[in-house]
């Protein structure tokens, strides 16, 4: 799931802080803008790391994301960000197959919600 866009069952804490960076991101850029300084937010999907494995949980551990979902590499991150920053995107989601769900939830947050509730059980 692209961070910043769509809520994650079962780590709201961690859903809460990317949805603030991402509205911190854009009103940056809004109040920025009129002193040339240009604001990208990076919202990527699950990225391969050992962030989960480090990550504190309770008693019942719950998997939103399917096991068939390896995430992206830091690298694939690391150059979708430079190609963002290069053609001046305000933000880059990646991997680009994250733009669909975003959307689905824009339009569809009830079907979106229900579906993850549906997951997280």
Not at 8 to 27: D, E, H, M, R, V
Not at 53 to 71: D, F, I, M, T
Not at 103 to 111: A, N
């Amino acid at each position: 799931m692209s961070q910043g866009h769509l809520p994650l069952p079962g780590s709201a804490g961690y859903s809460a802080t990317k949805f603030a960076l991402n509205a911190i991101g854009k009103a940056a850029g809004v109040e920025l803008k009129k002193d040339g300084i240009r604001v990208m937010t990076v919202c990527p999907g699950y990225v391969r790391t050992q962030f989960s494995s480090n990550a504190s949980r309770g008693s019942e551990v719950k998997r939103v994301r399917p096991a068939s979902v390896k995430g992206i590499t830091a690298e694939r991150v690391a150059k979708a960000t430079l190609q963002g920053y290069l053609k001046q995107k305000r933000e880059v989601i990646v991997p680009w197959t994250m733009y669909v769900p975003q959307k689905i939830y824009q339009l569809f947050p009830g079907l979106v919600e229900w579906t993850m509730g549906k997951m997280a059980k």
